[in-house]
């Protein structure tokens, strides 16, 4: 059946059965392979994206049922190579380790953010309840969504750090004028 | 890779529209709403359903929280987020955010709806336990109107309700009833799971004794357990601790519960007992205007 589904501001429209996941949908049909296929049983988070503004397991959604929905991903989170600063936090706080949890992880901390811009330890424990991570033990996940908090206009990442400053990719104008 | 069996999808537009789908349909067609119970099981092949009814079209006409006169109604679609949220069951049916905070995690309460919780009718579900301690009363829709069916009466067993093939739940509607206070308390092995077992208590006072109880207990028989002995034994008592362990001690007793892997039947039969005092404990503090 044919199905169209706003993702990452664009809408597309494939012809799937019906019974296709969400997550199989954008990884399999759009090839945005950032949103990770874990547990396939609404256990892990590692799936969490955006549903309409919203963090959602698209292990737990049929393609269908997001037909004319917005959807976004991991991919959106970085614009013309500005990382949000969700994604400074989890770097400059060691957020991740194997990374197979983060992007659900930095989903989820943007809309955090979106709603409370100032959360407490224990509101983004909470957040990020349905989503497991292996390796940090959460407390360096919580340390970088704080620090994405105390850092709301972080633009992009310093000169200096591996992978930054150099290149193309970081432009100041790239900047939204309002940051979410 | 873990995927439904294939299916056919249809959405519905209106109450009408869905039930007129599984009427043409037939008995393999099947609503879904937040889904978040219903695709595990499909993928399981616990459930196959042939064609899936989605209704979340209709969230923003079923989705609501309002008083009117001497119920609160809460429409089937508004989903676990919007009952924790809620500013008015918080205020008068505190019972609704104990339970929806340790009801599965932030991203599945997202999806996961009143009336689908109800519907799904898993034994281990919260939300029907706390219906049935509130004494809720459940408003099913068919091709010939609307019917009432009390939640005493709502479940036919595991996973089956009073809800027929070609009918929805469509509101169900929580009575009114002043100096009451509410709980719920839940005992689980991690955080977003089953309850091992679970206790939602209400209790209403007047004049310093309790003119009403209800007990209802998740997790401990084929559906979610309301237990009338308790209610007997509460009703014209003081609301004291001797009382609710009578209380616990008749829940234990009352109760059904299987030995399984999360936990064996003396122990589930031990939850209910302190479960039940607790939650009556903090109800009983909540009718009296105190925190428990």
Avoid at chain 1, 158 to 178: Q, S
């Amino acid at each position: 059946m044919e199905v169209s589904i706003t993702v990452n501001d664009a809408l597309v429209s494939r012809d799937v059965e019906a019974r296709m996941l969400l997550v199989h949908f954008l990884r399999d049909e759009l090839g945005l392979t950032g949103t990770h296929w874990g547990c396939d049983t609404t256990n892990c988070g590692a799936c969490v994206v955006l549903y309409d503004g919203e963090p959602v397991k698209s292990c737990t959604v049929l393609a269908p049922m997001a037909d004319g929905h917005d959807v976004r991903t991991v991919e959106h989170l970085e614009v013309d190579g500005v990382l949000d600063p969700v994604q400074r936090g989890f770097m400059e706080c060691h957020g991740l380790q194997c990374g197979f949890c983060t992007p659900g992880m930095l989903l989820t901390a943007r809309a955090l953010l979106d709603r409370d811009p100032d959360p407490a330890e224990h509101t983004i424990r909470e957040a990020i309840s349905g989503q497991i991570c292996r390796c940090t033990g959460y407390a360096t996940i919580v340390r970088s969504v704080r620090w994405a908090a105390e850092h709301p206009e972080a633009e992009h990442p310093e000169a200096g750090h591996p992978e930054a400053g150099h290149g193309d990719a970081v432009r100041e104008d790239a900047v939204p004028e309002e940051l979410p | 890779m873990q995927v439904p069996a294939p299916i056919e999808y249809a959405r519905a537009t209106s109450v009408a529209d869905a039930v007129g789908l599984l009427e043409r349909l037939g008995e393999e067609a099947r609503i879904i709403a937040g889904g978040h119970s219903l695709l595990p099981m499909m993928k399981l092949r616990l459930a196959t359903p042939e064609y899936l009814v989605d209704i979340n079209d209709l969230h923003d006409d079923l989705s609501y929280i309002e008083e009117d006169g001497d119920v609160v109604r809460i429409g089937a679609m508004t989903r676990h987020r919007e009952l924790l949220e809620s500013e008015l069951l918080w205020t008068m049916f505190p019972i609704f955010r104990d339970a929806e905070r340790v009801i599965a995690d932030p991203p599945v309460r997202n999806r996961g709806t009143l009336g689908g919780a109800l519907c799904q009718a898993d034994p281990s579900e919260d939300l029907s336990s706390v219906c049935t301690t509130l004494d809720a009363v459940c408003v099913i829709q068919g091709s010939s109107g609307t019917r009432e069916v009390p939640m005493d009466e709502f479940h036919h067993g595991p996973y089956q309700t009073a809800v027929g093939h070609a009918e929805m739940l469509v509101e169900v509607r929580i009575p009114v009833r002043r100096h009451g206070g509410s709980a719920y308390l839940k005992v689980d092995r991690r955080a977003g799971d089953w309850a091992v077992v679970a206790a939602g208590a209400a209790i209403w006072l007047e004049g310093g004794l309790i003119t009403d109880a209800r007990v209802g207990l998740a997790a401990v028989g084929p559906n979610t357990t309301g237990i009338p002995e308790v209610s007997d034994a509460l009703r014209g008592r003081p609301p004291e601790e001797d009382v609710f362990a009578e209380a616990g001690r008749l829940a234990a007793a009352g109760c059904n519960p299987v030995t399984d892997p999360r936990g064996t039947e003396a122990y589930k039969r031990h939850l209910a007992d302190e479960l039940t005092r607790r939650t009556l404990r903090i109800a009983a503090a909540r009718a009296a205007g105190r925190t428990a």
